[in-house]
C-alpha cells in the first residue's frame, strides 16, 4: 500500500450550497439584487480608467432581469475559473485577504441568485480582449459556455425566475431593492430607464450657511427615521475612512433598542446594524459610510473586529465632545435633550461615569431647595440626604429643609443607584438615606420652662396614642402650617416589620422573628406636634378629657394622611371616631 493515496477534488453539491445560503446565510432572498450590484461595481472599479461606471436593469416583459455594466468583464478562461466554482473569487489576494478595493471577497454572492432563479446566464466581453462569452449556470449544478453575442467591454446578467419567486424580480420590487442599496454608489445606476443613484451622501452635500445644512440633515433624518430627531452630529473616523451623521431621537428611546444604516463602500450593508456606538449612546441613530469595516460573509452585518471596536469608541467619543459642547454653548438645547432622554440617560448613569457627570451636572432633580441639578444643590453640604420615596418627600421635603437638613426626592426609577454612585465623581461626596427619626431629633425642643406647662397635655396625648402604638413629641418646626408630623425612623419601621411578620406567621418563623425583635429598646413611631401651631398651643391650654382626647386622635389621623403613610384598621378606627365625635362636638344641638 503506497502512503500517498490518489488524489481527489471535493464535489459540491449545488443545491445543497444553495439551500445552506438561503437558510443559513442571508436574511432574504433579497440581497441577490445587492450582490448583482456589487459585482458590476466591482468590475467597474477594476477596470478603472475615466469611462463613467454604468450599471442598467432592466426587469424584462417576460418576468426576467437583466443587469448590465460597462465593467471589466470576464475571459472565456475567467469565467471558467471564477464563476463555476464556488468558493472562487477574483477579489482576494494570495493571502486571501479580500483586496482593499473591492467589497467581494468569498465568491459565494452570485449563487445568491439562484434564491429566486432556475437560471443565470451571464454574457460577458472582458477588456483584456477575446471575444463575448456566454456562461449559463443551473441550480442544480450544471453550466454551458458558448460564445456571447456582445460588442462593448463589460457584463450583463439575466435571471430566470424559479417557480414561487417571481415576485421576486418584479419591477417595482427590483426598484425599490435597488435604490434601498445602491442610491449612494458612485456610479450612475438606472433601474428601467431611471436614475436610482444620488451624486452625493446628504452629509457630503456642501451649504454656505451651517443653519440651511443642519436644517437639511435633519429633513433628511425625519425621511429615514420617520419623525423628524431634535439634533445631528457629525461623524468622522478617518482610520476607518467612516463619515456620516448621528441623529438625536426626539422622543425617548430605550437602550438596546433600534440600530443604524451602515454603507460600505457606498452600498448598503444593514439597515439596523448594532455594535457602531457605544451601548450607552443609545439616543442616537447613525447613517454612515465606511470603506475600512469588515462586512459578515452575508453582508448584512458588520464583523466585529478591532477596528469596529475601536470605531466604536471614536464614535461614543464624537457623541460625548458634542454633549459637553451642548452643555457649555447650548445649555437650553441640552435642557431639551434631557427632557426627552433623562430615563435612559439615568440608566446609563448608574453604570457609565461620563453620563453620571452629565446626570450631576445637568439633570434637574426635585430636592427641597426647588428643582436644580445635584451638583448644584450638594454646593457647601457635607451631606446629601435623599428620601426614598415621593410620598416621603412630600411629606418632609418642608420641614427638612427648614430644620437644615435639605433633601433631594429619590423618588423615581434610578435616582437611589445615581446618588449613592456619585461618590465615584469625587470621593469627598457622601450621600445617605435621610432617616425621619434623625430628622425628628433635629427638631427644636421647647424651652424647659414651657415644657413644664406643656406636660398635662402631653401626658393625654401618650395614653391616647399608647393604645395606637405610638408617642408624642412637642417640637418647634416650620412650616407653621403643619400641626403635627407622624414619623417613622428606620430602626422603628423595621421593628415594625418583623412584628407584622410574626403576626401573621405560624409558631416557628414567629419564634425565628422574635429572634430579631430587640425587645430591650422599644422603637416606635413619633407624633411631632409642632409648638408654632396655634391650634397646639390652644389644646395645651384645654383641660384633659374626652374632647382633649378626640383632638389627638384627629391630629394623629391627619399626620398619617398628610404623610400617605399606610393606615392599619386601628388607624381608622381612631380616624373615624375622633371625626365623627368632634363634628358632633360643633353641632352639639339640633338647628333652632
Ligand atoms: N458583473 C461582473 N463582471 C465581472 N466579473 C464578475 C461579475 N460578476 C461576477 N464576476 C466574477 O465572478 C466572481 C465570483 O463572483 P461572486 O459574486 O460569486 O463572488 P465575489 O463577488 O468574488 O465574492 P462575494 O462572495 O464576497 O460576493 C467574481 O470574483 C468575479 O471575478
Not at 105 to 123: H, P, Y
Not at 234 to 260: I, K, M, N, T
Not at 314 to 326: A, H, I, K, N, Y
Amino acid at each position: 500500500m503506497s502512503t500517498r493515496g490518489e488524489e481527489h477534488r471535493f464535489q459540491v453539491d449545488l443545491r445543497g450550497v444553495v439551500d445552506l445560503l438561503s437558510h443559513h446565510l442571508y436574511a432574504s432572498p433579497r440581497v441577490f439584487v445587492r450582490e448583482l450590484l456589487q459585482n458590476a461595481t466591482d468590475a467597474i472599479t477594476a477596470r478603472g480608467g475615466d469611462e463613467p461606471g454604468r450599471v442598467t436593469i432592466e426587469p424584462l416583459p417576460d418576468g426576467a432581469l437583466r443587469v448590465s455594466d460597462n465593467g471589466i468583464g470576464l475571459t472565456e478562461e475567467e469565467v471558467h475559473t471564477f464563476l463555476a466554482s464556488v468558493g472562487r473569487t477574483s477579489k482576494r489576494d494570495e493571502l486571501g485577504f479580500a483586496r482593499q478595493d473591492f467589497l467581494g471577497q468569498f465568491g459565494i454572492g452570485l449563487l445568491s441568485c439562484f434564491m429566486v432563479a432556475d437560471a443565470i446566464e451571464v454574457v460577458t466581453r472582458s477588456a483584456r480582449g477575446e471575444g463575448a462569452v456566454r456562461w449559463t449556470g443551473y441550480s442544480d449544478g450544471r453550466y454551458t459556455v458558448a460564445a456571447g453575442d456582445r460588442d462593448e467591454t463589460g457584463t450583463t446578467v439575466t435571471l430566470r425566475p424559479r417557480v414561487g419567486a417571481e415576485h421576486w424580480l418584479k419591477p417595482e420590487t427590483v426598484r425599490q431593492l435597488a435604490s434601498s442599496y445602491a442610491h449612494l454608489l458612485d456610479v450612475d445606476v438606472t433601474v428601467s430607464g431611471e436614475r436610482i443613484t444620488e451624486p452625493e451622501a446628504p452629509w457630503e452635500v456642501k451649504y454656505d450657511d451651517p443653519e440651511v445644512r443642519r436644517t437639511a440633515l435633519l429633513d433628511y433624518g425625519a425621511t429615514l427615521l420617520g419623525s423628524r430627531p431634535m439634533e445631528v452630529i457629525d461623524l468622522d473616523v478617518p482610520e476607518a475612512g467612516l463619515r456620516g451623521v448621528g441623529f438625536v431621537l426626539a422622543s425617548p428611546a430605550a437602550v438596546g433598542q433600534g440600530g443604524h444604516r451602515v454603507y460600505l463602500k457606498r452600498m448598503l450593508v444593514s439597515e439596523d446594524a448594532s455594535k457602531l456606538m457605544p451601548e450607552w449612546a443609545f439616543f442616537v441613530r447613525c447613517v454612515v459610510d465606511t470603506s475600512q469595516l469588515r462586512p459578515t460573509a452575508s453582508r448584512e452585518a458588520l464583523y466585529e473586529d478591532d477596528l469596529l471596536s475601536s470605531v466604536r469608541e471614536s464614535l461614543g467619543e464624537q457623541v460625548r465632545t458634542w454633549l459637553l459642547d451642548l452643555s457649555a454653548n447650548h445649555p437650553e438645547r441640552l435642557a431639551a435633550f434631557l427632557r426627552v432622554h433623562h430615563l435612559g440617560v439615568k440608566a446609563l448613569a448608574v453604570r457609565d461615569d461620563e453620563m453620571l457627570r452629565l446626570v450631576d451636572a445637568w439633570l434637574p432633580f426635585e430636592t427641597s431647595r426647588g428643582s436644580m441639578p445635584l451638583r448644584v444643590f450638594r454646593r457647601g453640604l457635607a451631606m446629601i440626604r435623599y428620601v426614598e420615596t415621593v410620598d416621603e418627600f412630600r411629606a418632609l421635603a418642608a420641614i427638612a429643609s427648614a430644620a437644615g437638613t435639605p433633601v433631594v426626592n429619590a423618588g423615581y426609577a434610578y435616582d437611589t443607584e445615581i446618588l449613592e454612585r456619585l461618590s465615584r465623581l469625587d470621593p469627598d461626596i457622601r450621600v445617605r438615606r435621610l432617616d425621619p427619626g434623625e430628622l425628628a431629633a433635629r427638631l427644636e425642643p421647647l424651652p424647659a420652662e414651657q415644657e413644664i406647662t406643656v406636660a398635662p397635655f402631653l401626658e393625654t396625648a401618650r395614653s391616647v396614642l399608647r393604645e395606637l402604638e405610638c408617642v408624642p413629641l412637642i417640637r418647634q418646626f416650620d412650616p407653621v402650617t403643619m400641626p403635627a408630623l407622624y414619623v417613622i425612623s428606620q430602626r422603628a419601621r423595621t421593628q415594625d416589620a418583623v412584628r407584622r411578620g410574626r403576626e401573621a406567621s405560624d409558631e416557628l418563623w414567629a419564634d425565628v422573628l422574635s429572634a430579631f425583635d430587640d425587645v430591650t429598646v422599644e422603637h416606635r413611631p413619633e407624633l411631632v406636634l409642632n409648638w408654632r401651631h396655634p391650634l397646639i398651643r390652644k389644646l395645651a391650654s384645654y383641660p384633659p378629657g374626652p374632647a382633649l382626647r378626640h383632638a389627638v386622635e384627629a391630629l394623629y389621623g391627619q399626620a398619617l394622611l398628610a404623610g400617605h403613610h399606610p393606615l392599619r384598621a386601628v388607624d381608622s378606627a381612631a380616624l373615624n371616631r375622633s371625626f365623627l365625635a368632634l363634628l358632633d362636638r360643633a353641632f352639639p344641638s339640633e338647628a333652632p
